[in-house]
């Protein structure tokens, strides 16, 4: 239950690839490089959120929902380990009724 609440995206952190990673970067503005040097406070705020984005998205590491432990160290706990998961998605396709402006109207007369 606790993968349907969260939707993580890997098992544990070390399994987030480096393309996600840079892209979360990206979207943090953290410079590489000689700028990095320039703007070092900054870059540590974003190291810091980072991490805080590898705990969101593996489920190891994400706080788990009914205490102040990770699922990971919960699991530990129970003798068991994670290994992987699977995530099913059910959706059940709707039909839309598709009404006239007199449709409407007449449903509306005979009061439905």
């Known amino acids: 239950m606790h993968i349907a609440a969260s939707n993580p995206l890997v098992v544990s ?8 990673l840079d892209k979360e970067r990206q979207i943090l503005h ?3 490089g000689r700028q990095r040097q320039a703007c070092r406070n900054r870059c540590q705020m ?10 969101e998205v593996s489920l190891v590491d994400q706080p788990f929902v009914r205490s102040e432990t ?10 068991a ?9 059910l959706a059940k396709a709707l039909k839309k009724k598709k009404w006239t402006l007199q449709q409407e109207v007449a449903a509306a007369a005979k009061g439905q």
């Open 13 to 20: 952190s070390d399994q987030v690839d480096q393309a996600t």
């Open 81 to 89: 380990s994670v290994v992987s998961f699977i995530v099913l998605k």
């Open 46 to 55: 974003v190291e810091g959120r980072i991490s805080k984005f590898l705990k």
């Open 70 to 79: 990770t699922v990971g160290k919960l699991v530990q706990k129970a003798g």
């Open 30 to 32: 953290c410079p590489g």
